[in-house]
């Protein structure tokens, strides 16, 4: 079946860097688009960012432009995040999604992992 598992969230300072990875199986994840998104508490779910399935094209949110960068490894079916210069206001929920080809809608999403940024 379809999973997308999310790893390396943790607590950090502010200014620190963490990546997160999120590990696919069970489609075709070389013709997916990926995403990130988040969701800090009492807040909707953002975008944070979204690579295409070649790996050659990413879009950011302003809010992390400058700071955060997707990448991935198409020959180990994993995204990743890399975070960099975190602030507070980064604390939040990660998650990866998965678009299928031709699509702006994302139909799979992982279980998310916790980062907490302190001041």
């Known amino acids: 079946q379809v999973q997308l598992v999310e790893s390396g969230g943790g607590l950090v300072q502010a200014g620190d860097s963490l990546r997160l990875s999120c590990a696919a199986s069970?489609?075709?994840?070389?013709?997916?688009?990926m995403g990130w998104f988040r969701q800090a508490p009492g807040k909707e779910r953002e975008f944070v960012g979204r690579?295409?399935?070649?790996?050659?094209?990413?879009a950011y949110a302003d809010s992390v432009k400058g700071r955060f960068t997707i990448s991935r490894d198409n020959a180990k079916n994993t995204v990743y995040l890399q975070m960099n210069s975190l602030k507070p206001e980064d604390t939040a929920v990660y998650y990866c999604?998965?678009?299928?080809?031709?699509?702006?809608?994302?139909?799979?999403w992982g279980q998310g992992t916790q980062v907490t940024v302190s001041s």
């Open positions: 690579i295409n399935s070649s790996g050659g094209s990413a």
């Open positions: 999604a998965a678009a299928p080809p031709l699509t702006a809608r994302y139909a799979y």
């Open positions: 069970g489609f075709a994840f070389t013709t997916y688009a």
